[in-house]
């Protein structure tokens, strides 16, 4: 079974954290939902989810994969927090898939794990990535690093998630009950 770390902080965008949570858990994804400060925690819509866990608890090294929503102040939260950081970075150097959504990337980018790499993001935070290929495409895969753009790229971005961990069969498997359009 996959192992999958979404990570939740205040702020958090609400449709890109409950739509990968639910397609990979969809897909049989064990997806452990981990926050930086007791629950529950309230997105950027006013919408309230109660994590699985604190994020101070979670051994990075059980993960095959960890998740960064955006939404704001919720990607603010992730970039200042260093339980964060030492994950992307422990999941770098074991060569384990770090994803990111939105605004998240700039989390990804403050670890150290964007150099060099083709990614994308919200158009609002483009000109704040630095030493990256950027691309307009909706989801972006480049090594280790799959970045998306926003909450209407969520379904895609956690489509691909299942693909990358899983396969294509499982990903389609999946997309049949949900009929997205790809």
């Known amino acids: 079974m996959k ?84 994950i992307l970075q422990n999941m770098q150097q074991a060569g384990k898939k770090v994803a990111a959504i939105c605004a998240a990337p700039l989390v990804l980018q403050s670890a150290g794990l964007l150099k060099g790499t083709e990614a994308t993001s919200h158009p609002s935070v483009r000109d704040q990535l630095e030493g990256v290929q950027y691309s307009e495409e909706r989801v972006v895969v480049d090594g280790q690093v799959v970045t998306s753009r926003s909450p209407g790229t969520a379904l895609e971005f956690a489509l691909k998630l299942v693909e990358i961990l899983y396969n294509t069969e499982r990903m389609e498997t999946v997309n049949k009950g949900v009929l997205a359009r790809l």
């Not at 902080?9 to 064990?30: K, M, S």
């Not at 997806?31 to 309230?48: D, H, K």
Request: charged share 25%.
């Open 3 to 86: 192992k999958v770390l979404v990570t939740l902080a205040p702020g958090f965008e609400e449709i890109e954290t409950v739509t990968v949570v639910d397609i990979l858990r969809r897909a049989g994804a064990r997806v452990t939902l981990a926050a930086t400060e007791e629950g529950p925690i309230e997105g950027s819509r006013g919408i309230s989810v109660l994590p699985d866990t604190l994020l101070e608890t979670v051994d990075d090294a059980e993960f095959d994969l960890v998740v960064l929503p955006g939404g704001q102040p919720g990607t603010t939260n992730l970039q200042n927090n260093l339980k964060v950081k030492s």
